[in-house]
């Protein structure tokens, strides 16, 4: 299939250990987002590349989150020390532009015990 | 502060009858706006949009009305089928990338 791929589809941690989550976009596509879910509520924007570069980190909650972006392509997303609000479905999404219509993966559901 | 609001968190709706989900927006610099469909374990997947130039955009099943003076949007679905049963999230965004979604309305088409 040629849709976002991310893995792992679950991971379970503990308190204040640090997680990494990857997403493949679908090819080809320049921008890349990241979201996150918790319970009940929407999908809370986090950050979003431009190619390899971020010109939007508003949405990272706290300095323990960070990501990055390797060839235009895959991205990490790292939580440092996680806590207990942490816990959430992490989704990612790209799209062919900045502003085209973006595709979502299955996403990511964290849990931090 | 959720600019994005869908105040019904479900709704049930008999197979044949119009779905109607509604959504509220604060920002009026929002300019596009779009719906999801979100089925268990699996990604968003886009539905349908609607620029703000806009009032009414169709595809099908589905049509989103926009009324900016309102501040308002909706999706209709008409007719409804059992394969129709997910969350729909609204979204919208300004003239940028950021999407600010509402937390979903549950929809249940029952036979």
């Known amino acids: 299939g040629a849709g976002v791929s991310q893995s792992p589809s679950n991971k379970v941690t503990e308190k204040g250990k640090d997680v990494e989550l990857r997403c493949d976009p679908i090819?080809?596509?320049?921008?890349l987002y990241w979201y996150r879910q918790s319970l009940g509520q929407g999908l809370e924007f986090l950050i979003y590349f431009q190619g390899n570069s971020a010109p939007d980190k508003s949405g990272l909650p706290s300095d323990r989150f960070s990501a990055e972006r390797t060839g235009g392509s895959v991205s990490t997303l790292t939580i440092q020390r996680t806590q207990q609000e942490d816990s959430a479905v992490y989704l990612c999404?790209?799209?062919?532009?900045?502003?085209?219509?973006?595709?979502f993966g299955p996403g990511t559901r964290l849990t931090v015990t | 502060d959720q600019q994005v609001k869908q105040n019904s968190p479900s709704l049930s709706v008999q197979e044949g009858r119009i779905s109607i989900l509604n959504c509220d927006y604060t920002n009026s610099m929002f300019d596009y706006f779009l719906w999801y469909k979100k089925y268990p374990a699996e990604g968003p997947t886009f539905l349908i949009s609607i620029s703000s130039i806009k009032d009414k955009n169709e595809d099908g099943r589905f049509t989103v009305f926009l009324n900016k003076s309102a501040k308002h949007l909706s999706l209709h679905i008409v007719p409804s089928q059992p394969g129709d049963s997910a969350v729909y999230f609204c979204a919208a965004k300004e003239s940028g990338y950021a999407l600010n979604f509402g937390k979903g309305t549950s929809l249940l088409v029952t036979p």
């Open positions: 999404a790209s799209s062919f532009t900045g502003t085209g219509e973006q595709y």
């Open positions: 090819s080809g596509h320049t921008a």
